[in-house]
Each structure stands twice: as C-alpha cells, then as structure tokens.
C-alpha cells in the first residue's frame, strides 16, 4: 500500500498527524502551562482499548488504602477452602485474568491466512525471556506441526570438492550430538518497519513486537559441518533451506559457522520448539535478523560464494536514497524501547513509577542505555539488570517521579562496539525514506498531561 492511499480516518496515520517537530516539541511543554490537552491526534482508532492492547493500560494501579479494604478485612474465599487438583489433563495454562496477554496481529497491515505476522507483547512481560506462547511469529507460508520421526537434515556441498562426506540425519541422531543452550533474541528485519512511513502505530506491541528471546537449545552446525569433512578454506558460503511450501533458502557466511554460535536447534526455553517456532529443526543465527533463522530446516549446502536467492535478492532488501539496494545486511544493529510506560498505556496519577524496557544488539552485548524524559534534551543512565549477555535482551529500569507535565520518553541503547543508537533524524540521513527493514531509530513516547501515553516521531 502506498503511503498517500492511507487515510487519516482510518487505521493509519500520516507524518503531520504524528510527526514533531522542534516546534512541536516546545508546544508539548508549553501546553503544561496553559493547561490544554490532546494537541496530537491518536494514531489509532481506540475503540475496544483494553482488549486490542493485551492488557496495556494497566500501567499503575491506584493506590490502596487498607482502612475499609473488603480484601483485608473480609477472608477470600481461596482462603477458607481447597483450591483445584493438579493439572492432569495437559499443558499448563495462564491464569484467566491474564488472557489479555497474547501476540496479536496488526489491524494495519494486510492479512492472509498463511503469510503473516504476529506481534509479542512486549509492553505486559517482564525480564528478558519471552515465553515460548507469547514468542512472536512470521510465517511466509503457514506453519507446520511436522512428524519429527520423518524429519531428516541434509548437508551437501555445491561443489563435489567443498566436503567429503554428504550426509542425512534424523532427529535422533542430532540430538545424540554434543549440545549447548544459550539465551539470544531475534528480531525480524521489519520490526518497526511502519514508522520508516512516518506512520505511528498505537503500542509498543505494534511498533516494536517483532522481537523475542528465548533459551535456544541444540547442536552447533560446525560439529555436523565437522562430520561431513567440509573444507574451510574453499567453502566460505551456507546455505539454508526450510522444509515448508515457501521453501525459505538464505545464506549464511561461514564466518558465523566457524564461531560455534549458529546453531540447529530443537529446544526453546526448556522444551522442544512450538510448531509455529519452526518444530522440530530450525537455525540459530545470533544477532542476524529473523528470516536467516530458517524454520523446519532440511537442508544446509556449502558453497564458495552467496547464492542470491529470492529471499534474500529482491526480498528484505533496502532501497537506498541514490537508488540503489542495500543487500545483505542481516545484522541487528543496536537498538532499544521503552515498554513502560508505553503507547496505550495510562499513568493514573503523579508520582513514582519505574521506567523500564529492552536493548539488544546483533553485535555483542549492552554496554549502556540512557532515558531522557524530555524529548532528548537530558539523558541519565538506566539500572541494567544482571549481566548483560552477547546478542541477547537486556533489561533496563530508571526511576523517575512523573510531575503530572506532558513528558517525552526515550531510550538510547551503546554497545560494546561503541555502536550509538541513532534518532531517527540521523538514520534517514543516511538512508532515506523508502526503507523497511532494519530500523532502530530511538522510539519516543508522549506522556500526556491526563496521562494517556501516545507514540510519536521527533524530526
């Protein structure tokens, strides 16, 4: 869809509506004054609000008084009798009043019934790992729950002389092999593709939600790549291929291989992979976007040059300003979000609150993340929660006690390579407008004076 065909009564915003400006940024601190409020326009229809953000909007809760409280001073029922048995008939579930927190898809993009995308509830998790249910999903043909005792793994090389020996595993003999788990995230290359268009989605969920980590368990690909007696030297290239009807195939260089950080993976956050996650087989390439993380992986081929395939040629590729494509740019680079508070969510009242979100990068690990609450004119450094790891999310908090004034939020993410979270300003600079992929321009939240929190662009 082009950019003029979206319609401000629809769905989907354009640039005027959710686009500041230095002036605008003045005149979101100097309505403080005069007392007015909603001088930006939502960048969603908010009907149905507490169901369509997944529990977003529980932000704070009012504070509690125990003079009077019936939950005190009157015993609950859970609390005079047995509670249920155990659970003996399957999978464990949530509790029901968390059955707002679920992946969702976008009203604003197209939808078909097997290419399509669903987006993690980024704004309602705590921590760094995202449970294997909420993980977020991006099919290009559907998913499939596949029969693992047919599965099979082939390697082979494009050239006779690049290994010595072919193979055909089953699922039973790769996970006889030595394995190792490791906790990474991966982020498809179009999360936060939207606002590339100046288009402001509503929350977090929508604009960023593109994004889970998991504890990946499986073998590294070097020891199978070992067996097969490939040559290192001459075999610089993989490539991956899905066993779907999309016949996902991407390549890999050899250099990731070489490293034992890419693996073939069958377990996710402690149990085999979910069937929409890629079951039985899929690939594991740290810090590369999502799509190189081939799903219902059958066959891995060495070569001695990238391969070029539709997916990877004329498919997530981005279009520079002077024309032309910016291919094979698979790494993450750094970015970061705020999750709360966040778009959709509501601050009842002034006072305390505990500003916290997520910063990764595809190049090693969170160094460093600053919080301005002012549109970028101050920064000061968030708390990292334990150590942060390579190629993994990074939990950030910052303390900040909300004056009841209309505030700008903002994270900015540096990683050990000294690599700066850009605004967006900086990154259009250097590459135009016509992208989609691969933006990590630093996200801004405005908080209201009625504390309603809306997603908006700083120019």
């Given at each position: ?7 401000p ?23 403080a ?6 001088f ?9 609000a ?10 704070a809760?009012a ?9 005190i001073?009157?015993?609950?029922e ?6 249920q ?38 704004q ?19 998913w ?5 005792s047919?599965?099979?793994?082939m ?5 006779p002389?690049l290994?010595k020996?072919?193979l055909v ?26 606002e590339?268009?100046n ?13 889970s980590?998991?504890e ?34 991407r390549t890999i ?11 073939l993976a069958?377990?996710q ?41 539709k997916?990877?040629a004329?498919?997530y590729?981005?279009?520079m300003?002077?024309g ?5 740019t ?12 966040s778009?959709?969510q ?14 990764w990068?595809?190049?090693g ?6 919080v301005?609450?002012?549109?970028g ?14 190629k ?10 909300w ?20 605004a967006m300003?900086?990154l ?5 407008t ?17 504390g309603?929190?809306k ?5």
């Amino acid at each position: 869809m082009n950019q003029d065909d979206r319609q401000p009564s629809g769905r989907l915003l354009k640039a005027p509506e959710n686009f500041l400006d230095a002036d605008g940024v003045r005149r979101v601190f100097a309505e403080a004054k005069d007392g007015r409020r909603g001088f930006l326009r939502q960048a969603f229809v908010a009907a149905g609000a507490a169901g369509a953000l997944g529990g977003a909007a529980r932000v704070a809760a009012a504070p509690v008084s125990g003079d009077g409280d019936p939950a005190i001073l009157e015993l609950p029922e859970h609390s005079k009798g047995l509670g249920q048995a155990v659970v003996t008939d399957g999978y464990g579930k949530p509790s029901k009043y968390e059955a707002n927190v679920q992946r969702r898809q976008s009203p604003g993009l197209t939808q078909t019934a097997q290419a399509s995308v669903s987006f993690a509830p980024l704004q309602s998790l705590f921590g760094i790992v995202t449970p294997s249910g909420l993980h977020f999903e991006r099919h290009h043909q559907g998913w499939w729950d596949i029969d693992p005792s047919k599965h099979r793994l082939m390697v082979n090389g494009s050239d006779p002389g690049l290994l010595k020996k072919p193979l055909v595993l089953g699922m039973d003999e790769l996970m006889r092999l030595p394995s190792v788990s490791r906790f990474h995230f991966i982020e498809c290359g179009a999360n936060t593709g939207m606002e590339w268009g100046n288009v402001a989605v509503p929350t977090v969920q929508y604009s960023h939600g593109m994004l889970s980590c998991s504890e990946f368990t499986g073998v590294p690909l070097r020891v199978v790549l070992d067996m097969a007696g490939v040559d290192y030297k001459k075999a610089r290239y993989v490539l991956a291929e899905g066993a779907d009807g999309s016949s996902m195939t991407r390549t890999i260089p050899m250099e990731m291989v070489e490293s034992g950080e890419v693996l073939l993976a069958y377990g996710q956050n402690g149990e085999m992979l979910r069937p929409e996650n890629g079951y039985p087989l899929r690939l594991v390439v740290p810090g590369v976007q999502g799509v190189s993380w081939v799903k219902y992986l059958r066959r891995i081929e060495v070569g001695d040059q990238p391969w070029a395939t539709k997916d990877e040629a004329i498919h997530y590729v981005d279009l520079m300003p002077g024309g032309l494509h910016r291919q094979y740019t698979s790494i993450q680079e750094c970015k970061s979000v705020v999750t709360t508070p966040s778009g959709g969510q509501v601050l009842l009242d002034k006072g305390f609150y505990n500003i916290s979100g997520l910063a990764w990068s595809g190049r090693g690990r969170i160094q460093r993340v600053d919080v301005s609450v002012d549109g970028g004119r101050n920064w000061r450094s968030a708390r990292l929660e334990g150590t942060p790891l390579p190629k993994c999310l990074t939990r950030f908090n910052l303390d900040w006690v909300w004056d009841g004034k209309p505030a700008l939020i903002q994270s900015r993410a540096m990683d050990e390579t000294g690599f700066v979270q850009p605004a967006m300003r900086q990154l259009r600079e250097v590459r135009g407008t016509r992208s989609i992929y691969h933006n990590n321009a630093i996200q801004t939240w405005l908080v209201q004076e009625d504390g309603e929190v809306k997603n908006v662009q700083l120019s």
